[in-house]
């Protein structure tokens, strides 16, 4: 019965389900798709400076929480917009967007670029 006992043991030890397991390959970012590179937020500042005002407004008015940021302060709002959005730093508020947001805002900022 003992040498039952050292058999069990034996097989248990040096069975692979008891094995070490290798660690799974670690994910590399390069791996992603191109699609989910979110854009920096200090160059769509720049590029959303660089725009006219009915073009930032358009963007600004399309990008729901940015709208929302400026509407709070009601009419005098778009007022203090209008005078400053070219030197007023958005990049806070372009941070608080989620990716999807931020991928929106590139996308609409590359197209009233483009729509000059």
Not at 39 to 53: A, G, R, T
Not at 87 to 113: E, G, H, M, V
């Given at each position: 019965?003992?040498?039952?006992?050292?058999?069990?043991?034996?097989?248990?030890?040096?069975?692979?389900?008891?094995?070490?397991?290798?660690?799974?390959?670690a994910r590399s970012k390069a791996?992603?798709?191109?699609?989910?590179?979110?854009?920096?937020?200090?160059?769509?500042?720049?590029?959303?400076?660089?725009?006219?005002?009915?073009?930032?407004?358009?963007?600004?008015?399309?990008?729901?929480?940015?709208?929302?940021?400026?509407?709070?302060?009601?009419?005098?709002?778009?007022?203090?917009?209008?005078?400053?959005?070219?030197?007023?730093?958005?990049?806070?508020?372009?941070?608080?967007?989620?990716?999807a947001q931020k991928k929106l805002?590139?996308?609409?900022?590359r197209s009233a670029k483009t729509?000059?």
């Amino acid at each position: 019965m003992n040498r039952n006992l050292l058999v069990l043991v034996a097989v248990l030890w040096f069975t692979p389900a008891f094995a070490k397991t290798p660690h799974p390959p670690a994910r590399s970012k390069a791996a992603a798709p191109a699609n989910s590179v979110v854009p920096d937020s200090q160059e769509m500042e720049k590029d959303l400076q660089q725009l006219s005002w009915p073009q930032f407004r358009s963007v600004i008015e399309s990008v729901p929480k940015m709208r929302a940021d400026v509407e709070a302060y009601g009419a005098f709002g778009w007022k203090y917009v209008e005078a400053r959005y070219a030197s007023y730093p958005w990049k806070k508020n372009i941070d608080r967007l989620d990716d999807a947001q931020k991928k929106l805002l590139a996308d609409l900022i590359r197209s009233a670029k483009t729509n000059k």
